[in-house]
């Protein structure tokens, strides 16, 4: 792994709900290096847009608590942050957001040249870099670098774009804005949650493959969130799987597949479509999160499983310098780790 951007570290979200207290993430580690792109995988409901929003600090005030954990990016805790800094200096400019619904994320009744005009208003790398730029000269310089991103996102007709209202564009040329647009103010890790999920396949296999070429080319991270493991194999370097709010191992995208170690990791491998068994689920269901199971969270649907998973939630162990896994019964053991 390149040197570390982001380290979540024993994070615990619950959610208040009539039904009592969902513990939604329960002590989640996950540790991101600069320029890396990971991919955070899992069942529906496991915690992924929870960890996500998370670190972009924008959890529901009147239902989310945060009850422990850190979360320490470039230097600084996130959580220990005030908001309003927070805000100014971090989220949209160094770490940006693409939504899985590009389309919301638009006004509807602006254009999206006058929307992006004002992001780059606050946003602008150059207030940054350059300070004593008139508003005038930065805006024109913002508006070209637009112009030259709009271009490598391939939208044809950048200047017409920016014209246009978002209903007058594709969803696959929303998708492809919301990529220029996390990119614009030059972030140094970038959260994309499921951002291909609302396209046809065609379209996500080309807005995945722009979003890796930019991420690389500037040495951006990405936090990748999806249920498609096929995607995470395209785009990631390392993937976290997670299983009911607690991340159970963190791998290179060869050892995930090729060693996987936790016996959920397995299983969801087992699960993807193939010739032979066509689809197969996971036998069992997921564990409600206002009270879930004791130690390990995946026991009760763990053939390994003994006391030891019920008791006591396992350690992080490391199998190599970018792979750890939490397993009380793991299918490889450090010493058989490539
Ligand atoms: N605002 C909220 N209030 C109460 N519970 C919530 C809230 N947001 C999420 N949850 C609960 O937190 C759990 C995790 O949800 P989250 O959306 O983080 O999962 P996910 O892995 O991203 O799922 P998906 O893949 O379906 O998007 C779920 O049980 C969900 O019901």
Do not use: W
Request: proline share 7%; glycine share 8%; with cysteine.
């Amino acid at each position: 792994m390149e040197s570390e951007l982001i380290a979540v570290r024993n994070l615990r979200v619950s959610f208040a709900s009539d039904a009592g207290l969902a513990r939604v993430l329960d002590g989640v580690d996950l540790t991101i290096g600069r320029g890396e792109i990971m991919g955070l995988v899992g069942e529906s409901g496991c915690g992924k847009t929870t960890l996500a929003r998370a670190i972009l600090g924008i959890l529901p005030g009147n239902s989310a608590r945060i009850e422990a954990g850190s979360i320490r990016f470039d230097g600084r805790d996130l959580l220990a942050m005030d908001q309003d800094r927070l805000a100014r200096e971090v989220r949209g400019k160094e770490i940006a957001y693409i939504p899985q619904d590009p389309f919301t994320a638009f006004n509807p009744v602006f254009t999206i040249g006058t929307q992006i005009d004002d992001l780059m208003r606050y946003k602008s790398p150059l207030l940054r870099s350059a300070p004593q730029m008139s508003r005038r000269e930065r805006s024109r310089a913002d508006r070209a670098r637009v112009l030259d991103l709009l271009r490598l996102v391939q939208l044809p007709d950048p200047e017409g774009v920016l014209r246009k209202y978002p209903h007058e564009v594709s969803g696959g040329q929303r998708q492809r804005l919301m990529i220029a647009m996390a990119l614009l103010p030059e972030p140094k890790l970038v959260i994309a949650d499921e951002p291909t999920t609302a396209l046809d396949v065609t379209v996500q296999a080309q807005i995945l493959k722009i979003l890796k070429q930019l991420a690389r080319e500037r040495g951006v991270a990405v936090l990748f969130t999806t249920h498609d493991l096929g995607t995470a194999y395209e785009i990631c370097d390392r993937i976290t799987v997670m299983y009911a709010g607690q991340e159970v191992e963190e791998a290179p995208v060869a050892s995930f597949f090729a060693q996987p170690s936790h016996p959920y990791t397995r299983k969801l491998l087992d699960s993807l479509p193939s010739s032979e068994n066509g689809i197969r689920g996971i036998a069992g269901e997921i564990p409600r999160l206002i009270d879930p199971p004791s130690g390990c969270r995946f026991h009760p649907r763990c053939e390994r499983a003994s006391e030891a998973c019920r008791g006591t939630r396992p350690p992080r162990d490391a199998l190599g310098p970018a792979h750890t896994v939490r397993c009380h019964h793991p299918l490889i053991a450090a010493e058989q780790a490539a």
